[in-house]
């Protein structure tokens, strides 16, 4: 089927949120695609969030809240046309160990006070996003790398994986104390230890989900195999009354809208003891919904900018907090199943909506006979699917380094937690961005007798034609290379026979903080005291402007500067 030519990207607006970005302007003949899109996605989002309730530790019906009030509110006040918001496993498993270390007597998960907590950290989550798009701050997105995140996310995916099991067995959930360090490892082997209690009918109907999700997956892929799998346990559920032989099922389900208001039984004097929690929800939000809006935006030939979204994702945020559910974010998988549906604005995701209302209005009570083993059994299957290990080869392919730095944060999130695994993912961001920066690929510029270029390492001996260094320094100069640009340039220069110039190529340099300056400088001074001439060649006005406020430009003379190495090459050979 034929899409329709994607919208020409407008103008960033200079306001701060245009309402309904994310639909105007709109095409009549979209409606049919994106109302089957938003049906499709209804029907197989409806059981993912349904599971994500297992995670998070609140009623199944808050599962298919999110998809209701937090889906239209994003529509309303996003940019983005493909972007779907919704329960998410990642910040499900972050809220969860967020509260379950606070130690408060009494809240224990299922509970209206677990609840009500779970609703205050979405508002928080709001808020920090809201606050995030007021500073412009859609860029932190950009502190994640892709192999952290891609390290974080089976991080995530394996300590969903492990916390479904048992309830595929019929086994009572461990009770390991959240703030134990290793807490998701306990859990599952004090899970393994406790196989002699085993249900066997449970077990079959975790399997029979399996392998249904599965099965349809691969070979049956134009019907969605979640829902297939959920509306056929309940069958069987209701049909062979399986709460009889040992079948843990969800029971009672409240039907009706969700009412809209603060969380009962939390107050603002609560959310200190969030706030870190909500910090970490509102850093994983920004970069999975950056990361996905920014793919899709590519994908259909889109502008998109990163602080365009964050009203939107605050709103949804807000909707989620003020109508009982927990914090929402943006989905890679709902956003691949509205796609492949076809779907052109978020339309389709209003059209989840409805689905979803009716839902609450008209179908919860069949749900109260869906085992909880199948439900347990949808959660597994999502978090291995968080385990990209295409994603993962292909990191061990082209970058072996940043493979263990994406192992380290799988790591940390499934050994110590998922906060801590957020705090290792960041820094082992930066640290992995300073390291390139560190390690420059700085080389000495000489010429063949061809008058080729030929790139020489910084090493005693290394010149550019008797009497002449040319030295490129491959990245912009700053306090973590400072002193290695010093230690290369000495080592050039302290030779047998000293070169007469020392030419600093800066066509790669980008910038100069204070240390890199003050630095260079020094550098400067002691090669005039040495009887060395240094220059710079293809230093960028910006580049040249940060030299003259150094001091380096009064040192050496404005007449130091050359556009081109032939102009250097040139100057030094009149001199």
Not at 538 to 548: F, I, M, N, Y
């Amino acid at each position: 089927m034929e899409t329709a030519p994607p919208v020409p990207a407008a103008a960033p607006s200079p306001r701060f949120v245009t309402l309904f970005g994310s639909i105007r302007p709109y095409k009549r003949e979209w409606l049919s695609q994106d109302v089957v899109a938003g049906v499709t996605l209804a029907a197989l989002a409806i059981p993912e969030v349904m599971g994500y309730t297992k995670i998070v530790g609140t009623p199944v019906i808050t599962g298919l809240y999110t998809m209701l009030l937090p889906v239209v509110a994003f529509a309303i006040f996003a940019s983005s046309r493909y972007l779907v918001v919704g329960g998410d496993s990642a910040t499900a498993a972050i809220l969860y160990a967020g509260i379950g270390v606070l130690g408060i007597a009494g809240l224990q998960p299922y509970t209206a006070r677990w609840t009500a907590f779970c609703g205050l950290a979405a508002l928080l989550a709001a808020g920090l996003l809201f606050v995030a798009r007021l500073a412009r701050l859609g860029f932190l997105a950009d502190f994640i790398s892709r192999t952290v995140l891609i390290g974080f996310l089976a991080g995530v995916g394996v300590q969903v994986a492990l916390g479904q099991v048992n309830g595929m067995l019929g086994v009572p959930k461990p009770h390991v104390a959240a703030s134990r360090a290793s807490g998701t490892l306990l859990t599952f082997w004090d899970t393994l230890k406790e196989l002699g209690q085993t249900s066997g009918a449970t077990i079959a109907v975790a399997l029979a989900v399996l392998a249904t999700l599965i099965v349809f997956e691969r070979w049956v892929k134009a019907i969605p195999g979640g829902l297939v799998a959920v509306v056929g346990a309940i069958a069987v559920s209701w049909i062979f009354d399986l709460s009889s032989h040992g079948v843990s099922i969800l029971g009672p389900v409240p039907s009706g809208l969700p009412h809209v208001g603060f969380p009962s039984g939390v107050g603002w004097s609560d959310a200190g003891k969030l706030f870190a929690t909500s910090v970490s929800l509102m850093l994983v939000i920004l970069a999975q919904s950056a990361a996905t809006s920014r793919a899709y935006a590519v994908r259909h030939h889109e502008r998109y900018e990163a602080n365009d979204d964050l009203v939107g994702l605050s709103a949804a945020n807000l909707a989620a907090g003020l109508s009982g559910t927990f914090v929402v974010n943006g989905s890679p998988t709902k956003t691949e199943m509205v796609d492949e549906a076809k779907s052109h604005t978020q339309v389709a995701q209003l059209t989840t909506a409805a689905v979803v209302a009716i839902v609450l209005l008209f179908l919860t009570k069949p749900l109260q006979y869906l085992p909880n083993a199948a439900l347990s059994a949808v959660v597994f299957l999502i978090g291995l699917k968080l385990v990209s290990f295409a994603n993962l080869r292909d990191v061990w392919r082209l970058a072996r380094g940043e493979f263990w730095v994406a192992g380290i944060t799988a790591a940390v999130v499934v050994g110590v937690g998922v906060e801590q695994g957020i705090i290792v993912a960041i820094v082992l961001s930066v640290i992995l961005h300073v390291r390139r920066h560190y390690e420059p690929h700085d080389r000495v510029v000489t010429w063949d007798s061809d008058g080729s270029v030929v790139l020489l390492p910084p090493e005693p001996g290394a010149i550019s034609e008797p009497g002449l260094i040319v030295y490129r320094f491959g990245v912009g100069i700053f306090y973590a290379n400072a002193e290695r640009l010093a230690e290369e340039i000495e080592c050039l220069v302290d030779v047998p026979t000293p070169p007469r110039w020392l030419v600093l190529q800066a066509d790669a340099v980008d910038d100069v903080d204070y240390t890199g300056g003050k630095v260079l400088l020094e550098v400067v001074e002691q090669l005039e005291a040495a009887g060395i001439v240094f220059a710079v060649a293809g230093a960028s006005p910006h580049v040249r402007k940060e030299l003259d406020r150094f001091g380096i430009t009064a040192r050496i003379g404005p007449d130091r500067y050359f556009p081109t190495l032939r102009s250097v090459r040139e100057a030094f050979r009149r001199a």
